[in-house]
């Protein structure tokens, strides 16, 4: 219960950044649900804004909350995205995607002005790889992909949902890696992408500008 009172007081700490006439990347996962209700209360109360969504589900939220929604390329930027993330390191460095939303979220952080993370204390850590790292891949290529990572020592798992397959929003598979041995992030981001059929990994290294981590009943905010 305290992690998600910790969620909900870091997004209403977030939702205070917000004025008037902005565009808001709306993130996915259930930090950024607490975001949608907060922000639909001050709407409800004479805030005027418009959103940009990063998955059907938060796309159903917003609906629900009464935001009002454009497409991504309406908005060209985006004036404050808010988002949550599984793991931050000290160098504001994220894991992404652990509830699938990974693609998206990126091109939304990507087209933002700035991106603050919301998050509970949980999600701090010293060093990123404890939780896996999520990438997006095309059906066609996964199994290659699987067993070329399986040979760089990176245990690759795909994604499953109950029974099935884990299918995201763009229609792809997560397989999600074990990178607690990598240390140079960037390298292993560049050797990822590389790949073809690897659509997008869930590393944020260097789009963050603000995180607000819930902690107790207060919060604390470290920026860029
Ligand atoms: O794909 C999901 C997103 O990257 C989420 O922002 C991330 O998994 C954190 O979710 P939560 O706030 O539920 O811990």
Redesign the pocket.
């Known amino acids: 219960m305290s992690q998600e009172n910790e969620?909900r007081s870091a997004a209403i700490e977030a939702v205070k950044l917000i004025r008037s006439g902005m565009t808001i990347g709306l993130?996915?996962?259930?930090?950024?649900?607490y975001m949608i209700q907060e922000l639909g209360k001050k709407i409800a109360n004479g805030l005027k804004i418009r959103g940009v969504t990063?998955?059907k589900n938060t796309e159903k939220l917003a609906i629900e909350a009464r935001i009002p929604l454009i497409a991504l390329h309406e908005a060209k930027i985006v004036d404050i995205n808010i988002?949550?993330?599984?793991e931050f390191d000290p160098y504001m460095q994220l894991i992404?995607?652990?509830?699938?939303?990974?693609l998206r979220?990126k091109i939304v952080a990507y087209n933002s002005k700035c991106n603050v993370v919301?998050?509970?204390s949980t999600?701090e850590v010293p060093r990123l790889g404890k939780f896996k790292l999520?990438i997006e891949t095309i059906p066609f290529a996964t199994g290659n992909i699987i067993d070329l990572l399986a040979k760089e020592r990176l245990k690759p798992q795909l994604r499953k949902a109950g029974n099935d397959l884990y299918i995201t929003d763009e229609n792809n598979y997560i397989v999600d890696l074990d990178i607690l041995g990598f240390t140079n992030l960037a390298q292993l981001e560049e050797r990822l992408l590389k790949i073809p059929g690897i659509v997008e990994t869930?590393l944020f290294l260097e789009t963050t500008h603000k995180i607000i981590v819930g902690h107790g009943s207060s919060t604390k905010t470290i920026d860029r």
């Open positions: 969620k993130g996915s996962g259930s930090t950024a649900a990063s998955s988002d949550g993330a599984d992404k995607g652990g509830g699938g939303a990974l979220e919301i998050a509970d999600k999520p869930g």
